[in-house]
C-alpha cells in the first residue's frame, strides 16, 4: 500500500494517484530505442540520406527484428501510462501493475541479445554499444531497487 507521507502533494495528480516521475518517462523511452531508432532511420531514409554511412550501421543493428522484440514490453509499458485512467480496459490495468517487470523483462532481453550476438561474433562492440550496455544493467537496479518504481507501478486508478 503507498504511504502518503513519503511523497510531496505534487507528486499526486487530481484523483490522488502517483504521477509517472520524468525518470521513468525516460527509462520507457530507451526501452524503445529500437523502435526509435527505426523510426528515426526511416525518416532519414524518406528525407534523402540514404545508405553507407556509419549511422546506418548503426541503425541496422539497433533496429533488427530480433532486437525489436527487446523494446516490445517497454512500448506496452509507454502505452499504458498514456491510457493509464480510471476507464482503463483489463489490457491496459494488466499492463501498469506489470510495468516494472516488463521494463526489467525488456533491459533483460536487450542484454541478452547483445551478449549473444557478442559471443557468436556477430557484433564487435564499441564504447556505445558498451554505455548502452552499462546504462541496461543501471536501469534494471533502479527498476529493482526504487521504491519509486514499485509505488508508481502499484498505484493504479480506481475503477469506476
Known amino acids: 500500500m503507498l504511504d502518503p507521507r513519503r511523497y510531496k502533494p505534487a507528486d499526486f ?3 490522488g494517484n502517483l504521477r509517472v516521475h520524468w525518470l521513468m518517462v525516460v527509462v520507457m523511452l530507451f526501452g524503445c530505442r529500437h523502435f526509435l531508432v527505426l523510426l528515426l532511420g526511416g525518416f532519414s531514409t524518406y ?8 549511422e546506418a550501421e548503426f541503425a541496422s543493428l539497433y533496429s533488427a527484428p530480433v532486437y ?4 516490445v514490453p517497454a512500448l ?14 483489463r489490457w491496459i490495468r494488466w499492463t501498469w501493475g506489470q510495468g ?61
Open 76 to 89: 506496452a509499458v509507454l502505452v499504458s501510462t498514456m491510457r493509464r485512467s480510471a476507464m482503463a480496459g
Open 100 to 160: 516494472r517487470w516488463l521494463l526489467l523483462l525488456g533491459v533483460a532481453l536487450d542484454l541478452s541479445l547483445f551478449i549473444g550476438d557478442w559471443s557468436l561474433g556477430r557484433l564487435e562492440p564499441t564504447s556505445v554499444h558498451i554505455a548502452v550496455a552499462i546504462i541496461d544493467v543501471y536501469i534494471g537496479l533502479y527498476l529493482l531497487c526504487s521504491s519509486r518504481a514499485r509505488d508508481t507501478f502499484g498505484a493504479l486508478p480506481d475503477e469506476r
Open 47 to 54: 528525407m534523402g540520406s540514404r545508405g553507407g554511412s556509419p
Open 68 to 71: 525489436l522484440l527487446a523494446s
Open 13 to 15: 495528480d487530481d484523483h
